[in-house]
């Protein structure tokens, strides 16, 4: 079993962040590279499934609000895709509010992290997506 701050079950795991802005992108980059992941990159919805065709991802780390399509349209979409239906999505967002939380919830997000992310907090949630034992 691993444990929060073990990164052995991190380790070439792909995951696909989904953000507008490069900086925020960049910065989760960061902090997955250096625990092992394989990062891909998108600016919105619409262009996280086009990636995703690709296949071979682990995990969707996505924005709510960005142009074309937000975090909730990306979310439900997947949802409703018989491909993508288990992969986990991970809400990363400003929005503190109850009701941006309990809506990505229950279209179907595995977790709901406030930015900015600290890489414990990312570390955490991530071991506990790959690790359902933990």
Do not use: C
Request: hydrophobic share 50%; glycine share 6%; aromatic share 6%.
């Amino acid at each position: 079993m691993a444990v929060a701050g073990d990164n052995a079950s991190l380790n070439g795991k792909s995951v696909l962040i989904v953000d507008d802005y490069p900086a925020v992108r960049h910065a989760i980059k960061d902090i997955l590279v250096g625990l092992g992941v394989v990062v891909r990159e998108a600016e919105n919805g619409l262009e996280a499934q086009a990636i995703l065709k690709e296949g071979g991802f682990d995990l969707v780390i996505s924005d709510l609000v960005m142009p074309e399509m937000d975090g909730f349209e990306l979310t439900e979409a997947l949802r409703i895709t018989p491909r993508y239906r288990r992969l986990p999505i991970v809400i990363i967002s400003t929005h503190d509010d109850a009701k941006y939380i309990f809506r990505a919830l229950r279209l179907g997000a595995d977790d709901y992290i406030i930015k900015p992310p600290s890489a414990d907090m990312l570390r955490l949630v991530l071991a506990r997506i790959f690790d359902r034992e933990w």
